[in-house]
């Protein structure tokens, strides 16, 4: 099928205008200025992440806690508290249980004060069990006690069972 010249014509008449207007428009916006207003659209949003971490008053807070299978099992906790204002009468429980409801292990923490954007972990929330069985399910009970900034009090439990993977994370958010 042939195309009329008339046609060819007028479509590379617009195809040359479209150019020259393309080519005017490189011409008047310079690399620099593209680079200039990439930056201070990213200088504009860090501000405004920025501002949402760090100064906008908020709570949260969260329990890590990591199980693991190694000669034994091991139950390893971290405290974040990722809230713009610290929290006070920080407790918490964690417990080993086995299938029968009666419990392995445990330990028990508590912390006077958690500033804010921080974490607390250490050896005192740690449960390391050797010589027990690696090939029954378990539990690993959670009561995690704290004041917030206002002084209201919050209590919160969570029971993950654990054994059939030699590795497990569990991020619990109150």
């Not at 593209?34 to 860090?46: H, K, Q, R």
Request: hydrophobic share 45%; charged share 20%; aromatic share 10%.
């Amino acid at each position: 099928m042939q195309i009329p010249q008339e046609e060819q014509v007028a479509v590379s008449q617009a195809a040359k205008e479209y150019g020259e207007l393309v080519q005017d428009i490189a011409e008047r916006v310079h690399p620099w200025r593209v680079a200039l207003s990439g930056l201070l659209l990213l200088i504009l949003l860090g501000g405004v992440a920025s501002t949402w971490y760090w100064v906008i008053l908020r709570d949260g807070v969260s329990v890590e806690t990591l199980y693991l299978q190694r000669s034994g099992h091991v139950v390893l906790s971290e405290i974040h508290n990722e809230g713009s204002r610290a929290i006070t009468e920080v407790s918490i429980m964690v417990q080993f249980v086995d299938s029968q409801g009666d419990m392995v292990d445990m330990f028990s923490v508590s912390i006077e004060s958690i500033p804010s954007h921080s974490s607390v972990a250490g050896n005192d929330m740690e449960l390391v069990m050797r010589g027990i069985s690696i090939w029954d399910e378990y539990l690993v009970r959670i009561d995690f006690d704290w004041t917030d900034y206002s002084g209201k009090s919050h209590s919160k439990t969570w029971v993950h069972p654990v054994g059939e993977w030699a590795y497990e994370k569990f991020v619990d958010e109150p």
